[in-house]
């Protein structure tokens, strides 16, 4: 019998496949809550044989249509009766200046970005309400919901307007016990974003030492942050540990939004 932080709850993961939403679903799974990822292409090949074994169910689902969205909540409910965590992974970046951003790259950001996540929290609490247990909700932010970019103007007015949506649903919901957090995490190595982003380099290498080099502690280590380190923060944010957090955003950023870091030596 599988026991751990999560035994018995049922959490639902958006952008389960790959990085970030992909180590998160893992982590809660070997904690003992039955998982349900949501992902737009959930690379069934990479992941079938490990999701099978821990008992994570694997739903295509673009986060964007609500319809579609509300359909994972449902199937998660009736299958194990209850829905108790929800994690808004799915995401995507956008490196435009504004000058060059149009209407449709405008609705791919905040769709993705932001009203997904909405929904994610309308349907979830929804059930969470209903069931009368409360439940926990973490946002997947970004340094970018800290501070505002200079280099992803619409990818950052996406986050700042997650964490106002945090902090907002915090306070609605407070009352239902449902407690809705977010972290907000800086340069993380393998997810799809990120290697998007490096792929579209002129210099891989180069820009993986620039990404080091913008977070202070990630210059230190000489790493990224790894989605794994993202995970273990989620977990303690859904568990009972963090029973009294909400409206938290936490940065995991290796100290990217502290301000300027001290020049090397």
């Not at 209407?103 to 932001?114: G, I």
């Not at 990224?224 to 540990?241: C, F, K, R, W």
């Amino acid at each position: 019998m599988t026991t751990g932080r999560l035994t018995g709850r049922t959490a639902v993961v958006t952008g389960g496949a790959s990085g970030i939403g992909r180590a998160t679903a893992i982590l809660l799974a070997r904690q003992g809550a039955s998982v349900f990822t949501a992902d737009f292409s959930p690379l069934r090949d990479e992941n079938n044989e490990l999701y099978s074994q821990l008992g994570i169910e694997q739903l295509q689902c673009d986060v964007r249509v609500e319809s579609q969205l509300a359909g994972v909540f449902d199937l998660a409910a009736q299958t194990s009766g209850r829905i108790d965590v929800l994690v808004n992974n799915a995401g995507i970046g956008m490196v435009k200046q504004i000058q060059d951003v149009t209407e449709a790259d405008w609705d791919a950001c905040l769709d993705t970005n932001l009203k997904a996540a909405f929904f994610g929290c309308k349907h979830a609490i929804r059930y969470m309400v209903a069931d009368g247990r409360g439940g926990a909700i973490v946002n997947v932010s970004s340094n970018a919901g800290l501070l505002p970019r200079s280099h992803d103007p619409v990818y950052s007015i996406s986050k700042l307007a997650l964490s106002g949506l945090t902090k907002s649903l915090a306070l609605c919901h407070s009352k239902d016990r449902i407690r809705v957090n977010a972290v907000c995490p800086g340069p993380v190595g393998g997810t799809r974003m990120i290697e998007a982003e490096l792929d579209a380099s002129d210099d891989r290498d180069l820009a993986v030492q620039r990404l080091i080099a913008a977070s202070p502690l990630a210059r230190a280590f000489g790493r990224m942050i790894t989605p794994e380190e993202i995970a273990q923060a989620v977990l303690y944010l859904v568990s009972d540990a963090a029973i009294m957090l909400t409206g938290t955003l936490l940065a995991i950023d290796g100290g990217k939004s502290l301000g300027v870091p001290p020049q090397p030596e």
